[in-house]
């Protein structure tokens, strides 16, 4: 049986009104430069912000649909 992760909170830069300004995502996601978020119809995306000490700290930089 596989282990599971642990999530880590993230702060979100930037986000469009009504997302949360905090979110949970897995180790894993973490370790990406980027963040696909699904909020409402549609996915926001995040980069990470670059700095060192701001290592959970990712800014809006794009939205795309949700393929039908």
Do not use: Q
């Not at 549609?42 to 794009?62: I, K, N, Q, S």
Request: charged share 30%.
């Amino acid at each position: 049986m596989g282990s599971i992760e642990p999530d880590v909170k993230v702060t979100l830069k930037g986000a469009p009104d009504g997302m949360p300004e905090t979110v949970f995502v897995t180790v894993a996601e973490l370790s990406r430069d980027h963040l696909k978020i699904p909020f409402r119809a549609g996915y926001e995306h995040f980069t990470r912000d670059g700095a060192p000490e701001t290592a959970d700290v990712f800014v809006w930089c794009d939205r795309t649909k949700v393929a039908e």
